[in-house]
């Protein structure tokens, strides 16, 4: 069964605390996305990924960093830094690098609180 | 920078009567496509148009790209309580990305 999986589907973190939050594909995509989605809000690009072991900042990266050691997989860590964390988190990918503007599928998301 | 703005930001109505939502971007695109996000749920890809003036239809979903391919449009006719949710419309962002801009959204709400 081919998609997009991300985990925990809900995490509650403590101030201060960093939290990984997993996203893995086995749709073979180049590419893949990291969004934020507060409440009644749209989609706002955190980081994203091309290829393999290149990442570029999206339009909101501050207070969070991402990986990409192999293709399937690209976590995104919340940092301490980041100072309203409480959000929608949702994955995302693509087939190809470089390609404009291609459709994008997306994981089921994961709901973050902090207490 | 590059903007997708999409109007109205809600809309309820009753079931069975028609929806329009509207796109617009700040910049030509070479295409546009269309994600439905049900409440709770994460966006899904609909459809894709690439041509200018080109019109698309899924059952009861009607999509239209603008002659400028700065605009589009997705009808639904007849709306149901299944097309509940929110309607983004997303373009390619300029430059030799794969980022899509995405809309703002338009939250339906049909009342049955």
């Known amino acids: 069964d081919g998609g997009i999986t991300q985990s925990p589907k809900y995490l509650f973190r403590k101030e201060g605390q960093n939290v990984t939050l997993s996203c893995e594909q086995n749709l073979n995509h180049d590419a893949m996305y990291w969004y934020r989605q507060d409440p009644g809000q749209g989609l706002r690009l955190i980081y994203y990924?091309?290829?393999?072991?290149?990442?570029q900042k999206g339009d909101i990266a501050e207070g969070y960093s991402v990986s990409r050691e192999k293709k399937e997989s690209f976590p995104l860590t919340v940092t301490s830094a980041q100072k309203n964390p409480t959000a929608f988190y949702l994955c995302?990918?693509?087939?190809?690098?470089?390609?404009?503007?291609?459709?994008?599928?997306f994981g089921p998301g994961t709901r973050l609180l902090v207490l | 920078g590059q903007q997708v703005m999409q109007i109205p930001q809600y809309q309820h109505v009753q079931e069975g009567e028609d929806f329009t939502t509207y796109c617009n971007s700040s910049t030509t695109l070479s295409n546009i496509q269309w994600y439905k996000q049900r409440p709770g749920g994460h966006p899904v890809f609909l459809i894709q148009?690439?041509?200018?003036?080109e019109v698309k239809k899924q059952k009861r979903l009607t999509f239209q790209f603008g002659e400028a391919k700065k605009n589009s449009s997705l009808h639904i006719t007849a709306t149901q309580t299944t097309d509940v949710g929110t309607y983004f419309c997303?373009?390619?962002?300029?430059?030799?990305?794969?980022?899509?801009?995405f809309g703002t959204g338009t939250l339906l709400a049909v009342q049955p």
């Open positions: 995302a990918s693509s087939m190809s690098a470089g390609q404009l503007g291609e459709t994008q599928y």
């Open positions: 997303a373009g390619p962002e300029g430059g030799a990305t794969n980022k899509l801009i």
């Open positions: 990924s091309q290829i393999v072991n290149d990442f």
């Open positions: 148009l690439v041509k200018s003036g």
